[in-house]
C-alpha cells in the first residue's frame, strides 16, 4: 500500500486536521466541505442539516456556539460537523479562523450571516435609526466581503471553488416598488456590488463567486404544521399569499451551487435559477 508522504503541500493540511468528539478525523480529506457563518438558525441550520446529509465536512460558524443548541446537537450526531465561532464584524476571530484552517481545501464558502431585517425590525423613512443602518451595512457588505477575502486561498485550493453570498430579492434596484426597509435593501444591493467586484477579481484565480438570493423558504416546516393556529402571524400571510416556498428549497440551491461554472460567477442568481435583475 502506497504511504501517505508528508511533504510541504500535505504538511499544512495535517497541521489543521484534529479530531471531533467521536474522534474521527475532521476534516475528512475525502469529502467535500462547506464552511457556513450564521450557521445556528434558521437558513444557516438547514442547510448545516442538508449538506450533512449530503455527507459533507461542514465547518459550521456561529457567534455564540455555547447558546447553539439545536447546531450543537447535530454536531454530537455527526462526525463531519465541527462548530466554530465567528462574529463576522471581528477581524481578529476571522484571521484566527482562517489560520487554523489553512491548508484545508474549502469547496463552498457560504456567507449566510446577516442582519436580516425582516426578523429584527424595519426601517422605514421618517423613522430611520441611522446608528442601526450603519450596523447592518457594515454586517451585511463589509463582512461577508472580509470572510470572502480571509478564505479565498482555501477555496482556491477546492474542487468545487465557491464562494456564495446569500443575498436577498430585495437587493434588486430594479425590482423595488416600495418605500420600506431602505437599510435592508441597500445592505443587500451592496453586497450585490461587492460580491459582483470579487467575482471579476477571483475570476483568473477559477474561483465561481455566487449572488444567490434564497427567497422565503419554509426552514421552520410551518406550511407542514399541524395546528396552523400555532404559525407566528407573518406565515400564516405568507402561506396563503403563496410566498413561503416548501423547506426542498434549500436542497435545489445546493444543486444549484453544485452546477454553477465560471460562466456564472457574478450572476444574481434566484433560489430557483432564474436570473434576477440587478
Ligand atoms: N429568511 C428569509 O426569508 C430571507 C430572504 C432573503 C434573504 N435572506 C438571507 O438569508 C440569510 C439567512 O437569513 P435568515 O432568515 O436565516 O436570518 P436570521 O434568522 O436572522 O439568522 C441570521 C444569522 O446570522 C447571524 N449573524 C448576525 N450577525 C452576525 C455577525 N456579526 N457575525 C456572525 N453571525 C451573525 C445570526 O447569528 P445570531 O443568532 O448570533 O444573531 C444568525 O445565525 C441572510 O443573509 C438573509 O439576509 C433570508
Not at 469529502?31 to 459550521?60: D, Q
Not at 446577516?114 to 425590525?121: L, P, S
Not at 465560471?262 to 444574481?268: E, F, P, Q, R, T
Request: glycine letters at 6%.
Amino acid at each position: 500500500m502506497k504511504k501517505f508522504a508528508v511533504n510541504f503541500l500535505t504538511a499544512p493540511l495535517l497541521l489543521a486536521l484534529s479530531l471531533t468528539a467521536a474522534g474521527a478525523e475532521f476534516p475528512d480529506p475525502a469529502r467535500p466541505t462547506v464552511l457556513i457563518t450564521g450557521s445556528n438558525a434558521n437558513y444557516g441550520l438547514a442547510f448545516v442539516e442538508e449538506y450533512n446529509k449530503l455527507g459533507w465536512n461542514i465547518i459550521a460558524t456561529c457567534r455564540t456556539p455555547t447558546e447553539a443548541d439545536k447546531l450543537n446537537a447535530l454536531a454530537a450526531a455527526s462526525p463531519n460537523i465541527v462548530v466554530e465561532e465567528l462574529d463576522i464584524m471581528d477581524d481578529a476571530e476571522i484571521a484566527a479562523l482562517a489560520e487554523k484552517y489553512r491548508g484545508v481545501p474549502i469547496d463552498v464558502l457560504l456567507n449566510n450571516a446577516a442582519i436580516n431585517a425582516y426578523r429584527h425590525g424595519m426601517s422605514t423613512f421618517g423613522n430611520i435609526d441611522y446608528a442601526w443602518f450603519e450596523k447592518i451595512l457594515r454586517v451585511n457588505i463589509i463582512g461577508p466581503l472580509k470572510v470572502s477575502e480571509a478564505f479565498q486561498e482555501h477555496v482556491q485550493a477546492s474542487k468545487q471553488k465557491t464562494i456564495v453570498a446569500l443575498t436577498s430579492t430585495g437587493g434588486s434596484i430594479t425590482n423595488q416598488t416600495m418605500p420600506v426597509n431602505v437599510g435592508y435593501s441597500a445592505s443587500k444591493a451592496g453586497l450585490n456590488m461587492a460580491m459582483k467586484n470579487l467575482a471579476i477579481y477571483m475570476r483568473n484565480k477559477g474561483v465561481i463567486v455566487s449572488i444567490l438570493a434564497p427567497g422565503s423558504i419554509d426552514t421552520e416546516d410551518y406550511m407542514n404544521a399541524a395546528d396552523p393556529e400555532t404559525v407566528p402571524p407573518l406565515y400564516q400571510r405568507m402561506i396563503k399569499a403563496g410566498r413561503l416556498v416548501p423547506r426542498t428549497a434549500i436542497n435545489d440551491m445546493i444543486g444549484l451551487i453544485d452546477r454553477l461554472t465560471l460562466d456564472d460567477s457574478g450572476v444574481y442568481y434566484n433560489w430557483d435559477g432564474s436570473v434576477l435583475p440587478w
